[in-house]
């Protein structure tokens, strides 16, 4: 009697697809991920059967799911490669820990290897020596393989007349499928893939160079963001636009704070300079001279204590000012005490 074999706990597939539909104008893409025939199906009215993912997200998610895990996929490829039965046990837990993951494309990912995986059985069975399996699950993995990107913000950088010209071979190597999907009103487009995913990554590229929009870093909140140029914009939101605005703000009122009490400071010092050398060209007293110097120290000593404060914030600037006008008057008093008044 034939024994049974062991299956992963996943849903067996014919032709597992993964496809998107993109709109811009509302920052949505649309992702499913099923059985080819059923998400054909599926989008022409039919409910829903053996579709594992559905969901409608921000635009670019798709994009950001393919992080780099080397090492991980480089494993993996080996071992879906080694077909003796004692290893299909280690097969199955690698598939069914790969399909948990949260990641849409990661889950696309396990459903694939696992029927490559039995593709390879069978092409070893009848001795099938068309299929080269080992290609298929390195195409299949390539883009975990890649820092994704880091890449796009190369080929930005480097071709931004059109990033796409600066794109490896390997994401057209395979074509991309399209379902049109109709109504009366429009016509719905969906790219799909039942393969590799690097021809989709290619195509929602594309579809946002098609519409000038590059990938940046937002330089407040540090996220990646699509901008309408390619470094004008840094921004990402009205939210972070107001949190720098704010931060600008403060920096400004800061600079000019500096400069105004900095400012003042200088020309108040000044104003007493002038007095007391006026005083020893009229030819003062040493006693008279020794007095308005005392003053003056003081003078300073006081003034640049409120400096500190107003940089600290803990005096307002105004205050600060009418005090230097107190001290003015106070200059002034004594000039006209040793008979220096204003007319001298
Ligand atoms: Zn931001």
């Known amino acids: 009697m034939k024994k ?91 598939i069914e820990k790969l399909y948990a993951n949260e990641n849409p494309v990661l889950k ?76 009366l009103q429009h016509t719905t487009e969906f790219a799909a893939t039942d393969f590799a995913v690097m021809p989709l990554l290619a195509y929602y590229l594309k579809n946002i160079y098609d519409n000038h929009k590059y990938f940046s870093y937002c330089k407040v909140c540090k996220k990646l963001f699509l901008s309408p140029d390619l470094n004008k914009t840094t921004i990402c939101s009205a939210k972070c636009r107001k949190i720098q605005q704010k931060k600008n703000k403060e920096k400004y009122d800061k600079a000019t704070r500096d400069l105004d009490y ?34 003056y120290e003081e003078f300073k000593r006081v003034a640049s204590i409120m400096k500190k404060q107003v940089k600290e914030g803990t005096l307002d600037f105004g205050t600060f000012d009418m005090w230097y006008l107190d001290m003015r008057c106070e200059i002034d008093a004594l000039m006209e005490k040793h008979g220096l008044g204003k007319y001298m």
Do not use: C
């Not at 092409?123 to 975990?144: C, H, Q, W």
């Open 262 to 295: 900095e400012r003042t400071y200088r020309n108040e010092k000044m104003y007493w300079y002038n007095r007391i050398q006026k005083a020893i060209k009229r030819g003062i007293s040493g006693k008279a001279l020794a007095e308005l110097q005392e003053a």
């Open 4 to 94: 049974n074999l062991d299956m992963p706990n996943i849903p067996q597939f014919k032709n597992a697809v993964i496809a998107i539909n993109l709109d811009q104008k509302k920052k949505k893409e649309h992702i499913i991920i099923g059985d080819f025939e059923y998400v054909n199906r599926y989008l022409r009215g039919a409910k829903k059967d053996k579709i594992i993912y559905e969901k409608t997200r921000p635009f670019g998610s798709l994009l950001l799911d393919i992080q780099p895990n080397v090492n991980f996929f480089v494993d993996v490829r080996v071992m879906i490669l080694n077909t003796k039965k004692e290893n299909r046990a280690n097969i199955i837990s690698m």
């Open 108 to 183: 696309y990912i396990a459903l694939k290897l696992w029927e490559e995986y039995n593709h390879l059985l069978r092409a070893i069975k009848e001795k099938d020596s068309g299929y080269n399996g080992m290609d298929r699950v390195e195409y299949l993995t390539l883009p975990f393989r890649h820092h994704l990107i880091h890449e796009i913000l190369e080929w930005q950088k480097m071709t931004p007349e059109n990033p796409l010209a600066d794109m490896l071979y390997d994401y057209f190597l395979f074509p991309v499928q399209t379902l049109y999907v109709a109504s």
